[in-house]
């Protein structure tokens, strides 16, 4: 069961309090997408890393760009908002955004916003008219690591964990489902979101012991590490 310290409340895990869309901004995110998709300038100012920025104090504004390792909305059950992930050479970060924008993963986006932190994870706070577009495609490779490697050095990036199933399905509705694995190096969590499309019998069907694969976020709620898969197929039998 979910120990005291780490169950959720009635509110979302990741936005403490959901704002009103920004219908207006989207609008104006249509027009730059339209009119500045090709250009690796762009509007916005030059990027940082995004290793340096998820060492800046809360607060600090930034400018990222990144390839987009998380959709737009995928966490929405869990998070109450529609924001996305997005991963350069250096790391990776969670974009917190309320209006859920129409592109997919691989997408090269530039984001300016200002660093944060919800729930002990580095987040990005933007808006609509602070996200554009830039040039070029580019599907993520997660990074293979060892379930007990899933902590900060890895947090924000998209990993990739086998092992076996230590402690089966349980129930974190209305946000999502968890269950545990464990390849010998110590215990992760697999949080699965209800927004994600997972079938929850298929979820319930594992057993103790079974071998999975699992790729997704690599996050951190509490004090809680946990590997966030984004869609079905990434979530594998061996």
Avoid: W
Avoid at 58 to 79: I, R
Avoid at 187 to 204: H, M, N, P, S
């Amino acid at each position: 069961m979910t120990s005291p310290a780490l169950s959720r409340v009635p509110s979302p895990r990741l936005a403490s309090t959901p704002r009103l869309p920004f219908l207006l901004l989207g609008l104006t995110l249509a027009a730059c997408l339209a009119a500045c998709g090709d250009d690796e300038d762009g509007q916005l100012p030059k990027p940082i890393a995004i290793a340096d920025a998820r060492g800046r104090a809360n607060g600090d504004e930034v400018t990222l760009q990144g390839y987009v390792t998380v959709p737009p909305g995928a966490f929405n059950s869990g998070t109450g908002e529609n924001g996305f992930a997005i991963q350069d050479s250096t790391g990776g970060i969670y974009v917190q955004l309320d209006q859920k924008l129409n592109f997919g993963l691989g997408t090269h986006v530039r984001v300016q916003g200002t660093m944060d932190e919800q729930n002990k994870l580095r987040i990005l706070k933007s808006q609509p008219s602070e996200i554009e577009q830039v040039q070029g495609t580019q599907t993520v490779t997660p990074r293979t690591v060892l379930t007990g490697e899933v902590s900060e050095p890895v947090e924000g990036r998209l990993v990739q964990v086998t092992g076996n199933v230590t402690r089966t399905f349980q129930d974190d509705s209305p946000y999502g489902y968890e269950l545990y694995i464990n390849d010998g190096s110590g215990e992760v969590q697999i949080y699965v979101y209800l927004t994600t499309g997972f079938d929850r019998a298929t979820l319930e069907a594992l057993t103790a012991g079974q071998r999975i694969t699992v790729v997704g976020f690599a996050a951190q709620y509490e004090s809680q590490y946990e590997v966030i898969p984004r869609q079905p197929s990434d979530l594998t039998l061996n």
